[in-house]
């Protein structure tokens, strides 16, 4: 089969999706992307969070960069904030600060948060913003139609590496985890089950938590993270990880071959909004 | 009987505690009921022994500036207070060490420089301050009892006010600087005056309202918390770190948040991301801060997201001069965003409109659901004035951002319905039935992405035509003509802390017999077009001064009004002085040179 | 014999290869020795069957824009093409699928909607290709020859591009394409000719220049090319992305760097960093990334490095429309940085200009030590337009870089020494005995900090009155009047993309009779006061026709020369009409309406 | 002996730097810092390590950010970019791509690296750049007189933390480290010997060089990183630390108290302007 003529992940699952009451949470907007994309899964994977978390659609807000997955907020029925390219933490800490209920999730691409946005996420992370960074990886500049990434892969040739790219890629997991974010994990566009079950955990974890999801550009690279090569390069973190070893989540996420989903890291401090009201008392306020 | 104007400028270097000579003095006379106004002047540098002058001007009725010339001038480092010592009034007072410790070369002691119409006062402020305190180090306390008893000040205030300042280093700090400042307030009665600085007592004050010293930054602190603002967002940077400070003491006394973030654009991205979650938000900064935020500026503009950003001008281009006063970021304020991306920009001409204009930029905000820059500098945010405030509680609507659309049944929620005044609905998360997304790409009313040509014309439309609105904002004050009526020969047309220069050369013109007027404006985009036209229709001649080089505010006047005025661009990196002003309103009034455009 | 007039336009969707057959046509022509204007409608997402039209308008002398109305019009999709059928000229050509697959509801062929005065040529597209390559996919290559065959062109130079476009699908992708362009040049020669078409035989060229056909975008990397470009830094953006991605290939070939950075204020920051280090460095981006660059541009303009920024600018404000063409961002390349921090602003009005203006601008940029802007926007940048180059190699002075200062012995090396002319001698790193450091602060002659208020006003005059000398700058265009010579009734004042319009308008309205004149404005930043001034004198009324809502040029013009010009304000998303222009002139020249400021 | 009568350690060493020759790279402007400040000692390194290593000063560029630390390039006789506040690495990595032979120096305060400055680090260590980066950390922000900084402690009191700082400080070196810089080290400003030695070590490298400096900010922290507590609380690397192996360094880096002082981790790969030429190779140019 193709990759080209791989059925479109939404269809296939569309009479469960229905039966669940998860359309809910879809908005009308059909996504704009390319067939095949693997940004679909994500969509049905919030969607199904939502569902099995019974969030109130109108205590959840998306907030996105941009980017072609920045569009994801059109595709939900959650209330939206499409941003500016690179600042979708920022954005997202200040609508958690004006409002303690909110379940607020951060969607955005490897160019998004590793090229423009990344020195935003050392701080999100550091305060615990209680928010969920789903980072959608799919090692090119997808809206702006192929460039290179600081994800991209060795060897990638694109409209602005023409000669292969020879910059090795940033290691999002090592650096996120160095940061200090008290959920770190990985999943695969290509398997939905897996991800959806993710999403959900990463929704649920008190403080910021980040879900770093690899999806194929079936448009723009057709060599580097393709459905058949991730799909040979994913595998499960090994039976034994233990997600309260820092140093063993660092050992599991320095391997860029094999890629290992799952659950690589997890700890329990107080959150941004924790700190704040911990600041009031101390300050003998209150409204 | 004459109402009291007195300046005194306080001379010294780093170390010599002229600043906190100068806080003391303007505290207590402002406690006695006075109207102040002050500003000091600081080295550069965050150590050394630079030149320090703190100068305050005391009042019947609020005055606007500075003056010109000081009625006493205290020097305590001679090296540094010669160059000055001109600056004093004739018949003032020049007050100085009469005994320095060590032999000072010729032409160093600052006696070979008093003029000749100056009343000379030397006094042993070291000798008074070792035998009251046991030390040196209370000159600065001697001088300020000395001055009192000069003049004829009660120490009370002074004594309560030192208290105050000196009480968290403890009681023997206190009571050593009290018995300085006795011990210079005898010396002080005990002299005879030769000058004719005169304090004249005050009435008694109005009971309606309450009288409070502010700097320009503190009045704006002040005006955040009376609007009950929620989450601050912010980044240091000088100078307008202090509103953060303030409000990072502030704001958790009454439940609020502030976060000091990692840089200014996501100070900027965090406040609008409160704003859409229906908090009153608001960050501050200066030039290069502003730089950084242009984009988040026209994301808020497009997206139609409420937000207050206080942008506190010094020396430009670049890092330029830190610690220095300008008003050249005008333009970034007006233009910076790329794209048709006006939003409202406002600037308070002294402290009592820092306040006002902080509380009445977040009812703009969230009215005209758009970016509101707060325009201040350096000269505004650290001089310090006495401000009335309202007894009956602070003058802004705390309900500007509460009214949410109710929907009839079926009814769709649009976001960004196209309405007669351009304003929409604005709903916020929580609000079930009204579920939307925003963004920075253009859309139709229902927030949806569009790029067809008649949906971007009339989302053009209805940004720029809702600001319009705001030129008749209740209870604030736009533009206002102050000086003769009707017909004059020269007027003055300026903006920001410039205006109480402004004001203070209108008097002195009219004094001189020239028809004069001055009006201030306030509201700088949207542009009050019509009552600037009448002024300018009113007058022989416009002037602009502005401290800037460019002649930014002139620019504009013309840009919209296509006549032409007068330029004063002027970069001193301090206040406009008003002689420079003054002249440029006689050389007009002459006829000498009839207006043009350059 | 009239000279060769003809516009093609080719409407489908996103699917058909529409894009493609403009494309080869429009190199065909070139190569034949036509000129060629031709700019081609996407639709904003990656992926979809949205609308597509290329349009070519082939001339024996350079034209400055499309017409409003095309001489011959294809439709590929007849959805897509019915509501633009109307652009075809009375007598026009309109080609079309004569054989749908499947039956047309009624309304929905676009037989239905060709209007009286036009010529339909219905054929049977997709059989010809089917017959002639075996499948339907070569219909836009079909049309191509069928056009060629009908209007007289030589299959030729279609033959030779068509093999050059698609030799990297491997020969039988070449050969079929071939097969089906003769299939449809054998239809087209074999129609009776009804319309009024006509291509003229072109004399010789001479020899020497030499014709090339650019876009926008490709002139520009063209120009860095023949400029010797050193280093070049940027991020990826709509619609500036394809200098970037020209320059990725070409500059290794020469030797040279690109880098692409993590965003865009480390793309200026790297070309700021370059060019103190003496390289020649550029960077290019839309307006959401020049808002982020303008701190780093007024670090240049304080600093004094120069460095050139392109700005292709796209429908705003913020994300805005990125896939639309406006000329919003002007307030922005002017003014987005704080403090009065002026730099070069230049903005060609062609395709042939962006050539010049980006070599140009590497020369001023060093020999005024400044940021250069260079202002073009979506329309310019994907424009294809003929373009003559010098044979005699690029036109460009490669050495303004290179003069360094030479010390006599024991003298200081003055950075920022102020000159007569304001423009202090340029040492870089490895010049020994020119040591320095430059920094964003205020400084002195040396470049050492120092806010001292003479030498800011002396900083502040130099960095302004340099700039003055680039309204000499040797070989370039700062300003051109066109039309009538002396006082006429309507004037057109124009900058950027629009002012091709502003021709085709111009030559209209002077068919009819109404005396009328254009001017383009190409240095924007500083402003050619003087030639302004006397265009605006010698004009009744200006006009300005510009792509924004704000009417920022206008605004620019009001703001310098204080006399009032008519502003033509719009926000298509796609260049001005030339109609709009004309119905402006139109009714100004009927004095209907006389000048007013707005 | 208080904090504040310790001598400065220019004048310590005044008469040893004036036999050495190293005055050469000493401008003549004195440094406006307050006395005692550490960053004296890291003037006086470099200038060691120029005078060692034989480098032309018209070869060397010092690249600055804004802060008190970013105003080192007056203090020296090299050429100097006092830039902007955060930008130091792309402004150094614009120096360098321009001239190969320069030596690059770019020196930025803790505020300045990590705070505005912190989503370039990350590329300039992914690419290579054949800089060396210094950061004083003082954990405070100096120049506007007292905030708190990214890598201020948890307790500091400060204008903007009145209430005592609450959130955890980043942990730069982890940080560095995971963004794969080819040479990463720590060293102190009290303890000047071995800082000169580590800043010739970094200048040395051919890389992207990483040396964190701690420095007290004698005037603005009073109880965190005094002389005093950093005295206490800087230790040597393990003697038989590998400076081959990442996981060994991230392991070192992750321990916030005891402060290790050393060289944490060296790798060879080619740095940024070699990886230039290659391409230049590639695509058969050629000036
Ligand atoms: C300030 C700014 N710079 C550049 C762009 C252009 N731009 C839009 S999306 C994008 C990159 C998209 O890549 P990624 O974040 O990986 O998202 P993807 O499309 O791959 O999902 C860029 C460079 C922009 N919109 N704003
Ligand atoms: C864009 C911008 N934002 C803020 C500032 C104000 N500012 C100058 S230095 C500085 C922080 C200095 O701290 P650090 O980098 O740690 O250096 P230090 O002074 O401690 O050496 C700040 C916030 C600025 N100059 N520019
Ligand atoms: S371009 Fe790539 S990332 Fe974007 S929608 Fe298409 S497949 Fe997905
Ligand atoms: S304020 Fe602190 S960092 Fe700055 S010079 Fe003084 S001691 Fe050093
Ligand atoms: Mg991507
Ligand atoms: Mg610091």
Known sequence: MSIMERPVFVDDKLREVRQSGRLEYRSRSLPTWCPGCGYFSIVEGVTYACNEMGIAKEQAVVVSGIGCSSRFPFFVDLFGFHTLHGRVLPVATGVKTANDKLTVIAVGGDGDGFAIGGGHISHAAKRNVDITYLLFDNGIYGLTKGQTSPLSAVGLRTSTSPFDNMEQPLNPLMMVLAYGASWVGQAYAGRPDHLREMITKAIAHRGFSYLHILSPCVTFDKTSKTYVNLGLRVRELPSGHDATDLMAALHQARDQESLAIGLYYQESRPTLNATFEQLVAKAGGGR | ?598
């Open chain 2, 1 to 598: 009987m004459k109402a009291t104007d007195i300046q005194i400028a306080l001379c010294g270097s780093a170390g010599d505690g002229t600043i906190a000579a100068g806080d003391i003095l303007r505290n207590a006379v402002a406690r006695a009921g006075y109207r102040v106004i002050s500003f000091d002047v600081y080295p550069p540098e965050i150590r050394g022994f630079g030149k320090c002058i703190s100068r305050v001007r005391i009042t019947t009725e609020q005055s606007y500036a500075l003056k010109r010339q000081s009625d006493v001038f205290v020097s305590l480092d001679d090296s540094h207070a010669i160059p000055h010592v001109g600056e004093v009034r004739p018949d003032g007072a020049v007050i100085f060490e009469s005994q320095p410790v060590a032999t000072v070369a010729e032409g160093h002691h600052i006696s070979g420089h008093i003029h000749p119409g100056h009343i000379p006062y030397g006094i042993p402020l070291r000798e008074l301050s070792e035998k009251s305190t046991g030390g040196g180090r209370s000159r600065n306390l001697v001088v300020l009892g000395y001055i009192a008893g000069l003049l004829g000040l009660a120490p009370e205030h002074f004594l309560s006010i030192i208290e105050k300042k000196f009480t968290k280093q403890g009681s023997e700090v206190v009571s050593r600087n009290q018995a300085g400042f006795h011990a210079g307030f005898q010396a002080g009665t005990a002299t005879f005056k030769l000058d004719n600085v005169f304090f004249t007592p005050l009435g008694t004050p109005h009971g309606s309202e309450q009288v409070v010293m502010l700097s320009g930054n503190a009045a704006v602190a002040q005006g955040c918390m009376d609007a009950h603002l929620d989450t601050f967002f912010g980044y240091p940077i000088t100078p307008a770190t202090s509103i953060m400070e303030r409000l990072a003491v502030a704001l958790p006394k009454r439940g609020a948040r502030l976060l000091q973030t990692e840089d200014e654009i996501s100070a900027m991205a965090a406040s609008i991301g409160a704003g859409f979650a229906g908090a009153r938000a608001a960050t501050a900064t200066s030039g290069p801060g502003l730089a950084l935020m242009s984009e988040m500026i026209g994301l808020a503009t497009m997206a139609e997201v409420p937000c207050v950003v206080f942008v506190s001008q010094r020396g430009g281009p670049s890092t330029g001069m830190p610690t220095k006063t300008e008003q050249s970021d005008l333009n970034a304020a007006l233009y910076g965003s790329p794209g048709d991306s006006q939003h409202i920009v406002i600037a308070p001409t002294n402290v009592e409109g820092c306040y006002r204009c902080a509380g009445k930029a977040f009812e703009m905000a969230e009215r005209y659901q758009t970016p509101v820059i707060v325009l201040l500098d350096l000269y505004l945010s650290n001089r310090y004035e006495t401000v009335t405030l309202a007894v009956s509680g602070p003058p802004f609507n705390l309900n500007a951002n509460k009214p949410r659309p109710r929907l009839e049944a079926g009814e769709v929620y649009k976001r960004y319905a196209l309405t007669d005044d351009g304003i929409s609905p604005r709903a916020i998360p929580g609000d079930a039935g009204c579920m939307h997304v925003i963004t920075g790409l253009e859309h139709n009313e229902l927030g949806r992405p569009s790029d067809q040509e008649e949906m971007h014309a009339a989302m053009s439309r209805k940004r720029h035509d809702k600001l319009l609105g705001a030129l008749q904002h209740p209870d604030f004050t736009v533009s206002k003509r102050f000086g003769d009526p009707g017909r004059v020969k020269v007027g003055l047309l300026s903006w920001g802390s410039t205006f109480g220069e402004c004001l203070e050369a209108m008097f002195m013109a009219q004094a001189e017999g020239i028809p004069c007027a001055a009006m201030k404006v306030v509201m700088l985009a949207p542009f009050p077009v019509q009552p600037v036209a009448d002024f300018m229709a009113d007058c022989d001649v416009v002037l602009v001064p502005e401290c800037n080089y460019e002649g930014q505010f002139a620019h504009l006047v013309q840009g919209i009004l296509a006549k032409p005025v007068v330029r004063l661009s002027r970069v001193p990196g301090s206040p406009m002085p008003v002689e420079a002003i003054l002249g440029e309103v006689r050389r007009l009034a002459r006829g000498a040179v009839t207006a043009i455009a350059s």
